[in-house]
């Protein structure tokens, strides 16, 4: 898809388009878009090589498979501004070769010493920051391959009172490079409805996800979350879609985290073994308010480093 120009002052707009998906007769005028202002964004313009703001994000560390039986450790470097015109955060996935006398990462993999095959990143802005409803959106690229699993999502701010999954998350855009390089995953997870058992849709691109940029959002509003696909809705999740009987847990503030996974249960096979790097590329983060409603929360560091 075309990319799109860099927003600079831009604080508030009319979601045209956006509106007349969600609300099919706005074009016709009979049924206001939404209104969205924006509250908060990241660009990712700076120095390459430099990461991302401090102040807003934090890094998840280390191997062990994250209990998916990953093949990647995390470590604090592999999450890096390109220093292109357009501006990008670039999250690097890298095949490196362990000193089997000395294996720092391990991953529970069928390798010498259990040994990580890869290193890569994992941001996230818990303690920093927090959103609860509106319009999240973020321009991305996603890798190629068999075993990639970039993800864009949230969890429950509570995490660390209320274990998952109580706690809630929702993945905005989950991609497999394996047999499935059309599709995004957008999927919902609380008590009842998690790993496998999550509430789940797909949308399916014309051309493979990796080809090109895509925006994935979600708008969320109370009891009702809806997924989209470069502005089209294809997955939508409510208290009586999780069903009687099961706690709809989204109600409440959440925090947000970008990764690059290699391998894992989701992604259900080996990585390709002439697979030596893979790139998740993100343009930009965006939050709006949809209609007035919507909340960023945090500390005051994080909140001005995003602010529009």
Same mark, same amino acid.
């Given at each position: 898809?075309? !990319?799109?120009?860099?927003?600079?002052?831009?604080?508030?707009?009319?979601?045209?388009?956006?509106?007349?998906?969600?609300?099919?007769?706005?074009?016709?005028?009979?049924?206001? %878009?939404?209104?969205?202002?924006?509250?908060?964004?990241?660009? @990712?313009?700076?120095?390459? *090589?430099?990461?991302?703001?401090?102040?807003?994000?934090? +890094?998840? =560390?280390?191997?062990?498979?994250?209990?998916?039986?990953?093949?990647?450790?995390?470590?604090?470097?592999?999450?890096?501004?390109? *220093?292109?015109?357009?501006?990008?955060?670039?999250?690097?996935?890298?095949?490196? /070769?362990?000193?089997?006398?000395?294996? +720092? +990462?391990?991953?529970?993999?069928?390798?010498?010493?259990?040994?990580?095959? @890869? =290193?890569?990143?994992?941001?996230?802005?818990?303690?920093?920051?927090?959103?609860?409803?509106?319009?999240?959106?973020?321009?991305?690229?996603?890798?190629?391959?068999?075993?990639?699993?970039?993800?864009?999502?949230?969890?429950?701010?509570?995490?660390?009172?209320?274990?998952? &999954?109580?706690?809630?998350?929702?993945?905005?855009?989950?991609?497999?490079?394996?047999?499935?390089?059309?599709?995004?995953?957008?999927?919902?997870?609380?008590?009842?409805? /998690?790993?496998?058992?999550?509430?789940?849709?797909?949308?399916?691109?014309?051309? &493979?996800?990796?080809?090109?940029?895509?925006?994935?959002?979600?708008?969320?509003?109370?009891?009702?979350?809806?997924?989209?696909?470069?502005?089209?809705?294809?997955?939508?999740?409510?208290? /009586?879609?999780?069903?009687?009987?099961?706690?709809?847990?989204?109600?409440?503030?959440?925090?947000?985290?970008?990764?690059?996974?290699?391998?894992?249960? @989701?992604?259900?096979? &080996?990585?390709? &073994?002439?697979?030596?790097?893979?790139?998740?590329?993100?343009?930009?983060?965006? +939050?709006? /308010?949809?209609?007035?409603?919507?909340?960023?929360?945090?500390?005051? %560091?994080?909140?001005?480093?995003? !602010?529009?």
């Amino acid at each position: 898809m075309p !990319k799109f120009a860099k927003l600079t002052a831009l604080t508030v707009i009319t979601g045209v388009a956006l509106g007349a998906l969600l609300n099919p007769v706005a074009a016709s005028g009979k049924t206001k %878009a939404p209104v969205l202002k924006m509250l908060w964004h990241q660009e @990712f313009n700076g120095k390459a *090589g430099t990461g991302p703001s401090t102040s807003i994000f934090n +890094y998840d =560390l280390g191997g062990g498979g994250w209990g998916n039986q990953e093949h990647e450790a995390y470590v604090d470097d592999h999450a890096t501004l390109d *220093g292109s015109k357009q501006g990008n955060l670039v999250i690097s996935a890298t095949r490196y /070769s362990p000193n089997l006398n000395d294996i +720092y +990462y391990t991953c529970p993999i069928n390798t010498q010493g259990a040994a990580c095959e @890869f =290193l890569s990143s994992r941001i996230q802005t818990q303690g920093n920051l927090q959103f609860q409803y509106g319009q999240l959106s973020a321009r991305i690229k996603v890798p190629s391959g068999d075993g990639v699993w970039p993800a864009f999502w949230l969890l429950g701010n509570d995490i660390s009172t209320n274990a998952w &999954p109580n706690c809630g998350e929702i993945d905005i855009m989950e991609a497999r490079g394996d047999q499935y390089p059309f599709n995004v995953f957008g999927t919902a997870h609380g008590p009842g409805y /998690s790993g496998a058992d999550g509430i789940v849709n797909t949308a399916v691109s014309k051309a &493979p996800l990796s080809a090109g940029y895509h925006i994935f959002t979600v708008v969320w509003q109370k009891n009702k979350i809806q997924w989209l696909l470069d502005g089209k809705v294809y997955n939508t999740v409510t208290p /009586s879609i999780v069903g009687a009987g099961k706690e709809y847990v989204f109600n409440k503030p959440f925090f947000l985290i970008l990764n690059l996974a290699m391998g894992g249960n @989701f992604v259900g096979g &080996p990585v390709d &073994p002439t697979l030596n790097s893979a790139n998740m590329s993100i343009d930009w983060i965006r +939050y709006y /308010s949809y209609n007035g409603v919507g909340k960023v929360t945090g500390t005051k %560091a994080a909140i001005k480093a995003g !602010k529009p």
